[in-house]
């Protein structure tokens, strides 16, 4: 499929991160490492406003959506965004929308990779590992509830208490990765999803991550979907084929911002 081309959009634009996330990693100046690489300049580079926060790594979801609205307030006064959510980020986002009074500051929403209905790769990880890992997030004084607001039975609770609100536009970007692209650490998650969920993209479904009125569906891991390189793709040199386009997503919203056209 042809990618399309970015366009500019009237409202700034917000990346949302998703659980152990960050904005970006700079040391002296110099940027070592983005969440999301290369996205933020493509988006810039035709004249966008592309703003990203950076939340807390693993609170809740509720903790983090106050972040969020924080930092729109700060940096965006007035007028309307729209927001892309990576994993976790999606669910910040709609939390903030339905409860922190956002939804008249928010024109759309686009989930990418985002567990709507949980991970059942949070599931067997807190079976398994909360009864070790839990002390040890108490002694670093950290928090872990994250981990478990996005386990299944969590999420079904969450999706009984925030509603889609009317008047904001919902869409959603799923992940499929074919196992001969998936790299090592994605094989054990992805099984477990595999055998609970069907196909995923390492650690979100296919089913958990459709949201909203439309939901595309690309190849890749769940950081692929953010512009990770897939280094096994890198190696057969059919990456770029399989880059996440964003200029699809931008184009749906720039289609909302101006209907009659």
């Known amino acids: 499929m042809a990618r399309m081309a970015i366009p500019q959009l009237q409202a700034p634009i917000v990346l ?19 969440y999301f690489p290369g996205i933020r300049e493509q ?12 939340l807390s790594g693993t609170r809740s979801v509720a903790e983090r959506a106050a972040e969020l609205k924080r930092f729109i307030d700060k940096h965006v006064s007035k007028g309307r965004v729209h927001l892309i959510g990576h994993s976790m980020g999606g669910l910040d986002s709609r939390y903030m929308i339905t409860h922190l009074g956002m939804a008249e500051r928010v024109v759309s929403l686009t989930t990418v990779g985002t567990p709507h209905r949980g991970t059942t790769f949070a599931d067997w990880g807190v079976r398994n590992f909360r009864r070790l890992a839990a002390p040890l997030f108490q002694l670093l004084g950290l928090s872990y509830q994250a981990f478990l607001d996005l386990t299944t039975a969590a999420c079904r609770q969450f999706n009984a208490a925030v509603p889609n609100v009317p008047g904001v536009r919902y869409f959603a970007v799923a992940g499929v990765c074919p196992v001969e692209w ?14 609970e969920e069907g196909p995923n993209d390492g650690v979100v479904s296919l089913a958990s991550a459709q949201w909203g009125e439309h939901t595309d569906i690309w190849q890749g891991d ?4 953010v512009n990770w390189p897939n280094r096994i793709a890198c190696k057969q040199g059919v990456w770029d084929a399989l880059a996440p386009d964003y200029g699809r997503i931008l184009q749906r919203l ?5 209907p009659s056209q």
């Open 16 to 34: 949302v991160h998703g659980l152990c996330g960050y904005d970006r990693i700079s040391l002296g100046g110099w940027t070592l490492k983005d």
């Open 43 to 54: 988006l810039e580079a035709v004249g966008n406003r592309v703003l990203v926060p950076r």
């Open 182 to 195: 998936m790299s090592a650490p994605w094989r054990l998650p992805a099984a477990i999803v595999h055998r």
């Open 222 to 225: 769940h950081l692929n979907l």
């Open 254 to 258: 720039a289609d909302i911002e101006s």
